[in-house]
């Protein structure tokens, strides 16, 4: 079974500053892994999406690397803005199952 | 936006009740899920249809029935609920081959059994 960590739990910064979120997982045959972000009380919106056979994705100030040697995956944010304040998931997928890590909760202080 | 709708977006049951949640995909998805969000704990996949078929059960009580009459609509039937069943509903849907694309969640149905 794949089981996916994420740490911190939780995350505070001062706006402009760098994130780094990170994802661990245990079973490298995975087919993608995509990051989402939850605001409270709301359903996941997906960020990026990484094919198992790519290393990183970008789409505007993120960015998301996958290293499957390792079981890592992360997701870096630059020049945090307090809008970027929510939680963020991993997930690995295998066949139609993806697996969630528990998420990482970003706060980010104007 | 994301294409997926989900009714009620809140619900309060008693545990003899019988309720239903009700999702619907606007995006010509072939695959639809069902997971369940509980505070401090991972989503925990319960159910996936591809093409209106069932194809994953993860061990999910009986007091929880899904239906999928076609690609576009996912029920979860609720019966004889536990306090512990409450909890955030989420649907999804996908399209593509084992997994392969972007999942596409809806907001959530937020639970309450009393």
């Known amino acids: 079974k794949q089981e996916v960590t994420q740490i911190p739990a939780a995350l505070s910064v001062p706006e402009g500053e760098n994130l780094v979120l990170n994802c661990s997982f245990t079973?490298?045959?995975?087919?993608?892994l995509q990051w989402f972000r939850q605001d409270p009380g709301k359903g996941l919106t997906s960020l990026l999406l990484?094919?198992?056979?790519?290393r990183e994705q970008t789409s505007g100030r993120l960015n998301a690397s996958l290293d499957k040697s390792s079981g890592r995956s992360t997701l870096y944010i630059a020049a945090s803005q307090p809008g970027d304040s929510a939680t963020y998931l991993c997930?690995?997928?295998?066949?139609?199952?993806?697996?969630f890590g528990a998420g990482t909760t970003v706060t980010v202080r104007a | 936006e994301t294409g997926v709708t989900q009714t009620p977006r809140h619900l309060v049951m008693g545990m003899t009740n019988k309720k239903s949640l009700k999702c619907e995909q606007h995006?010509?998805?072939?695959?639809m899920y069902w997971y369940k969000q509980s505070a401090k704990k991972p989503l925990e996949l319960m159910f996936v249809?591809?093409?209106?078929?069932?194809?994953e059960n993860n061990s999910v009580p009986s007091r929880f029935s899904p239906e999928c009459p076609n690609s576009s609509h996912l029920f979860l039937h609720l019966h004889t609920l536990q306090p512990e069943d409450s909890a955030l509903y989420l649907c999804?849907?996908?399209?593509?081959?084992?997994?392969?694309?972007?999942?596409?969640f809806g907001e959530g149905s937020w639970l309450t059994v009393v």
């Open positions: 999804a849907s996908s399209q593509g081959d084992r997994g392969l694309n972007t999942i596409y």
């Open positions: 079973d490298s045959a995975i087919y993608n």
């Open positions: 990484i094919q198992s056979s790519q």
């Open positions: 997930a690995f997928s295998n066949d139609y199952k993806l697996s």
């Open positions: 995006l010509g998805h072939n695959a």
């Open positions: 249809y591809n093409f209106k078929e069932q194809t």
